[in-house]
């Protein structure tokens, strides 16, 4: 058999065969499609019929991460700032019963009061319009603790009279043999204590700047914009509303201060000889906040200069300004905080770069914001403590380097004296801030539970009874 012919028969055959096969098909029953599979639900990793038992342990999780946290916390400041009225009291109305008419009777804050038979007793606070805590706020916990109180106050402590006596000798000499920093553990009254300088400072009749959060320079919460002259990020509405709580903290001291040079700009033409209150204002009139960092800058330049008040630049959250910031240049790298014109303006006068001729520059460092820990550069330069141990072969930044030369540290103690810690203890009482009567119990075991630390003895200690 030729090969032409054998694959003609094997063609026939499979021809055939196929025939066959189709035959049978056409005369059986089609099957139905088969289904598609069903994916399985998950909520989380949790495979199907196990969520509620996903749900339960969530909240569990969330009842533990919050049991030590008060309730009043977790409400937004800015209905926090509500005033307080007999209709509708800021917080916690059953705790504190707002609408009694019960305001706490304290001395005020001031020369006559900080003495050493005084350390341990509570003290208030001016309720002046241009008070600097009105005027440029507070740190968040602070404002939280004086928001329920019935009035600001903190007590008079051994670091407090420090404080002063070292303010008194600055008042006479130079910011460059004054620029401190206050470092110590974790809530053991940094910024409290940064607060109480800056209150004593404007009672004295010192001008004051004061930045409680200098974190929200650095946050990418406010414009920016590139300005070649200067080769640095301007922060024209972060510079305005500093401009506008600098005149209304220092309007009076601002009134009596003449410009010694002329400001003289392609928007602006100010003469020599205009007081530095007129001169505020003609940035504030203009809505654009286009002048507001070059007025900034006037007006530090010139308070530099004169020797009629000394002044006082205290910054908290200072490390938050020695760091890579949030905001990002348009290749989308973080832009350094040096290279923002408010904070840098902050970090020539606490390196020394720039001075006051009488005054001084007191800054006070977090150790609990996570987004801006203390660089180790700073830790070198102040020879803090270390958490973990640090190789000298770890990079540092030769800038951040210049800007804490020269800094000096002022630590707190760790823990409150048992008569400071009894003074902030009766602040709360005497304030009906309390659910039991027995108070040298409930102070006792808050006092060895807190380790003598303040925040935690009114955070973790008092004000946790009323999380539930």
């Known amino acids: 058999m030729s090969l032409l012919a054998s694959n003609a028969r094997h063609v026939a055959l499979v021809q055939k065969s196929l025939a066959a096969g189709a035959l049978r098909a056409a005369s059986q029953p089609a099957k139905a499609a088969p289904k598609e599979r069903k994916a399985a639900q998950s909520i989380g990793g949790v495979k199907k019929g196990r969520k509620e038992k996903w749900e339960t342990k969530k909240k569990q999780e969330k009842i533990h991460k919050t049991k030590d946290i008060p309730r009043f916390t977790r409400m937004a400041e800015t209905k926090l700032m509500m005033p307080k009225t007999f209709q509708r009291p800021a917080t916690l109305p059953e ?39 009105k005027v440029f706020g507070l740190p968040r916990k602070m404002f939280f603790e004086y928001r329920i109180l019935s009035s600001p106050c903190s007590v008079v402590r051994d670091v407090t009279l420090q404080a002063v006596e070292t303010l008194e000798k600055a008042k006479a000499s130079s910011s460059l043999d004054s620029r401190i920093v206050l470092h110590g553990r ?10 109480q300088a ?36 301007l922060q024209p509405h972060a510079s305005y509303r500093t401009l506008d709580k600098l005149f209304k903290a220092n309007s009076a001291l601002f009134a009596k201060l003449p410009m010694k040079k002329a400001l003289v700009t ?13 001169l505020v204002q003609i940035a504030l009139k203009d809505r654009s906040a286009g002048n507001s960092a070059v007025v900034l800058d006037a007006l530090t330049s010139e308070l530099q200069a004169q020797t009629q008040f000394p002044v006082l630049l ?9 760091q890579d910031s949030s905001y990002k240049d348009h290749f989308l790298r973080p832009i350094k905080a040096n290279h923002l014109s408010l904070p840098r303006l902050i970090l020539d006068f606490a390196s020394g770069k720039r001075t006051f001729a009488k005054g001084a520059v007191v800054t006070a460092l977090t150790n609990s914001d ?7 550069e700073i830790q070198d330069a102040l020879d803090l403590p270390r958490a973990h141990p640090v190789s000298r072969y770890q990079r540092r930044d030769g800038d951040v380097q210049g800007y804490v030369h020269g800094l000096t540290g002022f630590k707190l103690p760790d823990r409150m004296s048992s008569d400071e810690m009894a003074g902030l203890f009766s602040v709360w009482k005497d304030d009906m801030a309390l659910t039991t009567d027995k108070y040298d119990e409930l102070f006792l075991s808050k006092y060895v539970e807190s380790d003598g630390n303040p925040r935690d003895f009114v955070w973790k200690g008092l004000l946790s009874t009323f999380s539930t």
């Open 186 to 195: 974790a809530g053991c009254g940094k910024s409290f204590l940064l607060h």
């Open 370 to 376: 996570t987004n801006f820990n203390v660089p180790l």
């Open 198 to 233: 800056v209150q004593y400072a404007q009672a004295e009749g010192w001008v004051v700047f004061y930045v409680p959060r200098a974190a929200s320079l650095v946050n990418s919460t406010t414009t920016f914009a590139y300005d070649l002259r200067t080769q640095t990020y």
């Open 95 to 133: 705790a504190f019963k707002a609408g009694s008419g019960h305001v706490l009777e304290l001395p005020l804050f001031g020369r006559e009061t900080l003495v050493p038979r005084n350390v341990g007793k509570a003290v208030s606070y001016s309720d002046a319009p241009n008070n600097a805590a």
């Open 266 to 278: 392609e928007k602006l033409n100010v003469p020599a000889g205009t007081t530095l209150a007129d």
């Open 314 to 322: 205290a910054v908290d959250d200072f490390q938050a300004l020695l």
